[in-house]
């Protein structure tokens, strides 16, 4: 039997073919994603979509398979955790980049959901759309299928909610374990969906991620929209182009940078060891997604940062914009004097 040890050096983050593939290009191009929410990722079969004994998602599974032909759109279907106390029952269905959720899904009407929404594009008839906001974090846990995302899973979901709850993130990032979604020796498995610059919702693929990459992928995936490509496997939409020996070039969410931000590389947080002491601040700035990257300082640090409220993720002006402001300054300044001048001879 495996020790402790065994499985974390084995299965876990340390294990030897950790980083040994190229990540990018290990994701079909596909346009939807389908989440089904179910029981809880522990009780979960090897292949919960084919099991007997959890006849929802095998309905849901077999529609798929028999009506796959008619839909307009490639998808994907996963089956998700549910969670009352995250809000997602048995049975709630969400759909990306539509970013909509129906409740109450069943074995009686899977066949008019999958008609009218996933085929034909219309709301569903018995059930009532609810609009998604946020980001939205899925994470492989399917340990009955792959001791590695059985692993690694569990751990980064309790990595993210740390970090999240750290920033005052709790209503608007949502952290859910999923099963099988393709390539467990990348684990750990990611799957984020959050709004591009655009606002428009891309679900970007990742793997190999470990609890030292949640902070960038919160920081400048989420709050800045910029995917870290050295662990980037792909996404959900139009597909990137690959830029060649630039492993660590950032892109924007949906795709590659322009101007400035293509020539710089992305800064790796190498281990825990680096000091969160530049990182928790006290202060605050608006993400590119409308997400907030509010730091808030720990009890032994709060003495350091009373008197630096300094948000690192704030634009810095370029020289050219300080020399056009001045000049505005200045030009205002003549009118005024002008206008003194005017009325003292009138």
């Not at 990032?173 to 428009?200: L, W």
């Amino acid at each position: 039997m495996a020790t402790a040890d065994n499985l974390s050096t084995d299965s876990g983050f340390t294990r030897p073919e950790m980083y040994t593939e190229k990540l990018a290009g290990t994701v079909d191009a596909y346009d939807r994603h389908v989440f089904l929410y179910y029981k809880n990722h522990l009780s979960w079969p090897p292949r919960v979509e084919a099991s007997d004994d959890d006849p929802l998602p095998k309905l849901v599974a077999a529609t798929f398979k028999a009506r796959k032909n008619d839909l307009a759109l490639k998808t994907k279907i996963t089956v998700c955790e549910a969670s009352e106390e995250a809000g997602f029952a048995d049975g709630d269905v969400l759909i990306f980049p539509e970013m909509i959720k129906y409740r109450g899904l069943v074995e009686s009407n899977v066949e008019s959901f999958f008609e009218d929404v996933l085929v034909n594009g219309k709301p569903w008839a018995i059930g009532v759309p609810e609009v998604l906001t946020g980001s939205h974090v899925y994470v492989c846990a399917h340990g009955s299928r792959d001791v590695r995302c059985g692993t690694c899973g569990p751990l980064l979901i309790k990595n993210f909610n740390e970090e999240i709850e750290l920033r005052g993130l709790k209503d608007q990032i949502s952290v859910t374990a999923c099963s099988h979604i393709g390539g467990h020796k990348y684990a750990g498995n990611v799957i984020i969906f959050s709004p591009g610059p655009d606002g428009k919702t891309i679900g970007h693929w990742y793997g190999y991620v470990t609890p030292n990459d949640v902070p960038d992928l919160l920081d400048q995936h989420i709050a800045k929209g910029e995917v870290i490509q050295r662990l980037w496997r792909g996404q959900m939409g139009p597909s990137v182009p690959e830029v060649e020996g630039a492993n660590d070039q950032k892109l924007v969410n949906g795709g590659l940078a322009n101007g400035d931000h293509a020539n710089k590389t992305e800064k790796k947080i190498e281990s825990d060891s680096v000091s969160r002491d530049e990182n928790v601040t006290g202060g605050c700035c608006q993400g590119a997604n409308g997400v907030s990257c509010c730091s808030f300082p720990s009890p032994a640090q709060t003495n350091k940062t009373k008197e630096s409220k300094i948000c690192k993720n704030w634009p810095v002006l370029k020289e050219r914009d300080v020399l056009t402001a001045v000049g505005v300054l200045g030009a205002v300044a003549v009118v005024a004097v002008a206008y003194k001048l005017y009325r003292r001879s009138g």
